[in-house]
Each structure stands twice: as structure tokens, then as C-alpha cells.
């Protein structure tokens, strides 16, 4: 009887909700685990301040051109569809405010988030993935250094310094994409749309949005780190292990937005 049970579909698709549940259990430990530990070796810096500038570089410098691409033409395309309308409607004195309230609060800090998964995350999880699956990381150990300390500590130091700065850049060159893109679409006053802007933005915007760039640098860093270091089984282990990095990053990192929303904003 127990034979038959265990060929039906209900069963089968059960063991396929209990594997991802265990999965989803295990690789979360495993990143809390991970961020502990990367927390305690911080008392020793176990880094130099030459790495963590080598991954400053890595992780703004090389990430800003595909991120100010993102962000600036999500900009204009907002522009271009509020623009036209809010002129119609004699509401021109409120573009810039919008536009710039978006970018700040949302659509800088978000498409910022998801360009650097897409670069720089994917990156450092085939990365350390790499090396696991070809045993360097082993090799690390035998010479008794602490992989998490050599190898996350300049990663994610890097990525939580560098996070505002590319926020910050990327919001601004969205604000004024979306100026350019104003003033073409409705013919709306670079002066009546910076104008707006001073009206609407606030000191409290740009600090959440500080905050929030702060902490989806460290959470991106650490997940795509900690997902590369639990790669096994070969280059298939390597393939595995980036796609659960991307993942894991694009879902925190929206889960962050929504707490940080509730919290600031409500």
C-alpha cells in the first residue's frame, strides 16, 4: 500500500513542497549564519583597505554606466507618460515633484538595486561558486584562514559603501532625464520643473532613501556571497548557485522596500 501511495501525484507533488521548504530553510540559515559570522570577524578586520577599494571599484565604477542607462530611461519614460497629461489638466507645477518623489523614494533605489544584481551580485556568487566547486575555498581553510572573513568582509563592505553613492547618482540623472523628457513631451519649463522639485522633496526622502540604498548594498552582497559559497556538484553547482543568488537578492530587496515603505511613509 505504501508503495502505491508514494507513486501517486499528491505525493509526489507533497516531497516537491517539502524539498523547496527545506531548501528555503536551509539557504535562509545559511545566510544569517554567514552574516553573523561576518560580523564577528569585523572586531579583527580581517581585510585590507586595498581589497575593499579593488571591490569599491569593481562594484561602482563598472556597475554605473548599465545602472544610469536603467534608471535614467525608466525616468523618462514616466515622464513622458505623466508629462503630456498633468499640463492638459493644469497640473504642470507638480511634474518635477512627481517625477523626483518616484525617483527618490522608488524607482532610483529599486532599478539601482536590480542592475546591480544583474552585474555585480551574479558576479560575485559564480565568483566564490567558482572557487568552491574547484576547492580553493578548501585550500583557504587548510592554510587556517577563515573563508567568510577573507572573502566577504571587502564584498560586502564594498557594496554597503558604494550602494548610496550609485543610489544618489542614478536618482539624479533620473531626475533629470525626466526634466529632458518633460520639457520635449509637453513643452513644461526646465525652471517650473526644478522648481517643483525643490517644492516636493524633503530632507526625510533622501534619508530613507539613503538607508534603503545601505541596506540592499549589504543584503545583495551577502546573499549572492553566501549562496556562491553553498555552490557544489561542478559547473552545475556554479549555474545553480547564481540563479539562487539573483533570486534571493531580487526578493529581499523587495521585501526591504515594502518594510521601509510601511515603516517610513505610513
Given at each position: 500500500m505504501k508503495i502505491y501511495y508514494k507513486a501517486t501525484y499528491t505525493y509526489k507533488i507533497f516531497r516537491a513542497f517539502q524539498a523547496e521548504f527545506e531548501s528555503f530553510v536551509s539557504t535562509l540559515g545559511r545566510i544569517v549564519g554567514y552574516g553573523l559570522e561576518f560580523f564577528c570577524g569585523l572586531k579583527n578586520f580581517p581585510t585590507t583597505v586595498k581589497e575593499i577599494l579593488f571591490q569599491c571599484a569593481r562594484f561602482g565604477v563598472s556597475s554605473l554606466p548599465i545602472t544610469l542607462s536603467i534608471v535614467g530611461m525608466t525616468s523618462v519614460i514616466v515622464a513622458m507618460q505623466v508629462a503630456g497629461e498633468m499640463v492638459k489638466q493644469g497640473g504642470g507645477n507638480y511634474v518635477g515633484m512627481?517625477?523626483?518623489?518616484?525617483?527618490?523614494?522608488?524607482?532610483?533605489?529599486?532599478?539601482?538595486?536590480?542592475?546591480?544584481?544583474?552585474?555585480?551580485?551574479?558576479?560575485?556568487?559564480?565568483?566564490?561558486?567558482?572557487?568552491?566547486?574547484t576547492e580553493q575555498i578548501d585550500a583557504i581553510q587548510v592554510l587556517h584562514v577563515n573563508p567568510v572573513h577573507y572573502l566577504f568582509t571587502p564584498r560586502v563592505i564594498a557594496g554597503t559603501i558604494m550602494m548610496p553613492l550609485v543610489v544618489v547618482i542614478s536618482s539624479?540623472?533620473?531626475?533629470?532625464?525626466?526634466?529632458?523628457?518633460?520639457?520635449?513631451?509637453?513643452?513644461?519649463?526646465?525652471?517650473?520643473?526644478?522648481?517643483?522639485?525643490?517644492?516636493?522633496?524633503?530632507?526625510?526622502?533622501?534619508?530613507v532613501c539613503i538607508m534603503k540604498a545601505i541596506s540592499f548594498g549589504f543584503v545583495i552582497t551577502l546573499i549572492s556571497c553566501s549562496c556562491g559559497m553553498a555552490a557544489k556538484d561542478?559547473?552545475?553547482?556554479?549555474?545553480l548557485a547564481t540563479t539562487k543568488a539573483v533570486v534571493w537578492s531580487f526578493v529581499a530587496i523587495v521585501i526591504l522596500d515594502l518594510i521601509f515603505a510601511a515603516a517610513c511613509f505610513y
Open positions: 512627481l517625477v523626483s518623489i518616484l525617483m527618490v523614494r522608488e524607482e532610483g533605489v529599486i532599478m539601482s538595486g536590480f542592475a546591480i544584481i544583474s552585474m555585480i551580485g551574479s558576479s560575485l556568487a559564480s565568483e566564490i561558486a567558482t572557487m568552491r566547486v539624479a540623472v533620473g531626475i533629470l532625464g525626466g526634466a529632458i523628457a518633460s520639457n520635449l513631451v509637453s513643452g513644461l519649463s526646465y525652471k517650473a520643473f526644478f522648481d517643483s522639485v525643490w517644492f516636493g522633496l524633503n530632507m526625510h526622502d533622501l534619508n561542478g559547473a552545475k553547482g556554479v549555474g
